[in-house]
């Protein structure tokens, strides 16, 4: 009965924490999931020569394609960012920011590194939940047949996107013995696959969301680097990485999980 109650008010917590911030969560959500390609949209600016010549030295690509490539990469963060958060053209923007994941995955050779990988993926997550929101209420494939609302292409866009955003937290789970590693495990796993499934998925994503900005802070805070160390650069590309996935998650909390979810199928029982 005392782990019910817990529960009980941890939801009440929950749901309370939703009904006063419902009116700009979603646009928190936006420009937290939008940041990390906003700053690499800018770091593009300020290191055009050196993205550019990674890139000629990577692939003997010329100095032509390399130029193209961070003009392209610039242009496409920069815009889609803009769209995101002026709410024009959502859909439209989330697509060509998915094409700067998949060109970014190839031309940084993230496709061999698991844990950039896994990284990269749970972005897009955050990216099909917006994709998703993006979608009027009940608009589908299958208009104006409500007995198919629940198999509309929204409904899967929030199960993907939420699948894609745990990724984010395998990579931060810890091989060892100790005792504080394994308790995160366990509890971190746990949350992972609550939100997965879509059960008690509010709950389980605003807890996933203070445990992340919490290490996030702890572990990335790039600006106790100097500028020109390049532990600071990398610190500064896994932050506002995470404060994307945060962002992601925050849609979660705001949008629910959707129609294929445990939480839904609840309703039916």
Not at 112 to 122: G, I, P
Not at 136 to 160: D, H, I, N
Not at 170 to 188: E, K, P, W, Y
């Amino acid at each position: 009965m005392g782990q019910n109650d817990l529960m009980g008010t941890a939801e009440d917590f929950a749901d309370q924490f939703l009904r006063v911030t419902k009116q700009y969560l979603p646009h928190v959500a936006r420009l937290c999931l939008i940041s990390t390609f906003l700053e690499d949209g800018v770091r593009m600016w300020f290191q055009w020569g050196e993205q550019r010549d990674y890139i000629d030295s990577t692939w003997g690509c010329g100095y032509l394609v390399a130029s193209s490539f961070v003009l392209l990469n610039l242009l496409g963060q920069l815009t889609g960012c803009i769209l995101v958060l002026s709410r024009n053209f959502v859909q439209y923007a989330c697509f060509g920011l998915f094409g700067i994941i998949a060109l970014q995955t190839i031309a940084y050779s993230i496709l061999w590194d698991l844990k950039f990988l896994m990284r990269n993926l749970a972005l897009g997550g955050g990216l099909l939940l917006l994709l998703a929101e993006s979608r009027s209420e009940g608009k589908s494939m299958f208009a104006g047949v409500p007995t198919m609302r629940e198999s509309s292409p929204k409904q899967y866009m929030q199960l993907g996107g939420r699948v894609l955003l745990v990724l984010m937290f395998m990579t931060l789970l810890h091989f060892d013995a100790s005792f504080f590693s394994i308790l995160q495990n366990i509890v971190g796993t746990a949350l992972m696959i609550l939100v997965a499934v879509g059960f008690k998925t509010k709950l389980a994503a605003l807890t996933l969301v203070v445990w992340l900005f919490v290490i996030n802070v702890y572990f990335n805070a790039f600006w106790t680097i100097p500028v020109y160390k390049p532990m600071h650069d990398f610190l500064k590309y896994d932050f506002f990485q995470t404060m994307s996935v945060i962002g992601g998650l925050l849609l979660v909390v705001a949008l629910g999980p959707g129609g294929v979810s445990m939480d839904e199928k609840k309703k039916e029982w």
